[in-house]
């Protein structure tokens, strides 16, 4: 994410991403590379979701969004609920 995020932003992040994500889902034959990017735009969409909920729970409890912190692939991909 850049230094002054935004949900503009962050949704703009997610477009490229799922764009990317469909382009290779469209493929017939993924290579090995191809996969692990695939893995590597899922994960970083987990991210950039949390990320998006975060500011928006800042924000609806009046407190500032920008205090929203990127967390790391671990946190995000092992969290419970």
Known sequence: ??????????LGHIEHLVA???KLYGETNMTDDQRKRLAAINVEL???WDLLRQRRALREFGRNPDDADVRSAGIVENYKG
């Open 1 to 10: 994410m850049t230094l002054h995020t935004t949900d503009k932003n962050v």
């Open 46 to 48: 987990d991210r950039c």
């Open 20 to 22: 990317e994500e469909k």
